[in-house]
DNA sequence: TCTAATAATACTCAGTCTGAGTATAAGTGC
DNA sequence: GCACTTATACTCAGACTGAGTATTATTAGA
């Protein structure tokens, strides 16, 4: 066993939104839980990049279109046998209609359900988590600075909740052993597809970090649009941003938005949509020259 | 030569503001162009923070607080003797007091002086970068989405320049070949510190890389304070934005703001300026609980 | 001591943007 | 034709922003 080897794992969290839902592709990992695609850095790569899209297309059977690096996690102790294993994790997305129905797409908000705030703030938050986290505070290190740090990330209320800090909300919880606690994941024979509220080794906290990072780059790039079809309804578009910012939206305000600041055009064409027929617009790729950071608008992630 | 065998750098770009210029922490690297400090992940050291601030340490005698992860680059091709180096890129901030005179600091303007907005958009990018790069496009690949590409991220104006998307500039002036028409380093004997424009190795590109993090991560995180000692003016605290952002700010606003947005506090004292003294002010932590994103306003990155 | 220069701080004001509505239009299923 | 659904247009008060003017407290030097 040479302690110098080192392996580099690229772990892609490719997400989609399907049915009003954000999701994660998975594939079936160790004791059954539901892992991220990933695979070994090996000698013919040339880039991290190219092995990401090798991996994936090998194990999801998927090309995916936009992908970004995310973080590399280097603090694992998991041994592998020969030495350290580095993982650097990717952010991938696709757009709904290039699914392929064989993939395990798993709903972020099961492994992340204090994240929803559609219907308003999960009564989760205040009946369990805050609690639970103010009864740990006391055996802390520092209770102040882990009273404030809890505070910050979890906000008093949703004037006061940051829904880019996934990640971090996802830490706190960690170290104050609070997802153990929570309901696990029932291991079955591979074939199934269980619910789950946990993914494989670390790979929750990388979806945490991918999740995130998501939510904040939607409000100044407009990455949304790699989630959609070339065409799509203004309330299509609305939902998608609802799903992945977690926080309900005006619906006037948001068409005011999305058209005054250039985002989108018409086509001219309608779509059936159950009411009053509405028209299709596309991405307007115009806007990336005109405006400097164009997204679907800060004040949304601060409601 | 074992084609399997990986090794881990770890590269530091440490930042500071000092007389008005944001500055990188160099160390001499190969052909006496200035490097990061830098090196290798060796199997003690727990996790990838701690071996980074090992080197950090025993290279540039500093201790660092504010630590963060940018980028793992590992398409290089560079060659090590025995097989692949990965880098793990990270960014660090250190007050200005704390600078140590021994240490060798570059004003990261230097290196991009196409980012310094502060007395108006720079001539050298309408004179001399546009018309090379429209130069440039008729032998790309694809004219079109090549003048697209130099369009966004040069703009047009103040008004379209973003300023974060230092990197992406850099790329397409290293793509097309303009950084090596620039003044090239004079190689001199170590122990000299000429003016540089380029750097070892690509440790340039990591240098862009962390200053549009910084830049984006100013507008929402009050990220400023940890490059001020713990009191301070409101004009030090602007001449500070400024130099980082690269963009004039009005005075009257900028304090209106940064007041009234609740991030800092009076402390009563009053410091000599060489006007009417001005009162020293201190980071208002509680900032933190009380708004989801605090940092120094969007508005100013988009003049 | 008086004056100019420098910087800090207070206040104003018009224009724009935002949040929260109301009102109306154009489809579907029955 | 009616109830229902969804789309789209328009309004309005309040907050925020950009761009000033005005006033105050110092220092340097005539």
Redesign the pocket.
Known sequence: MDPQAIEISLDAVIIAVTDGSPRVLTVPGADGLPALPSGLLEPQDRTLDTALRRWVREQAGIEVGYVEQLYTFGDRERATGSGRLLSVAYLALVAEESLSESADWRPLYDFFPWEDHRDGRPALIDDQIVPALAAFSARADDPAAYEERAQIVFGTDDSTFDGVRVLERYELLYESGLLEKSPQATRVSPGERPPSKTMALDHRRIVATAFGRLRGKLTYRPVVFELLPSTF???QLQRLVEALAGTPL????F???VEAGGLVEGTGE?A????????LFRFRREVLRERPRPGV?S??IR?
């Open positions: 309804t203004l309330l005006h619906k006037q305000n068409r005011r938005l309608h059936r949509t159950g009411g009053r027929p509405a028209e608008g004040p949304w409601p």
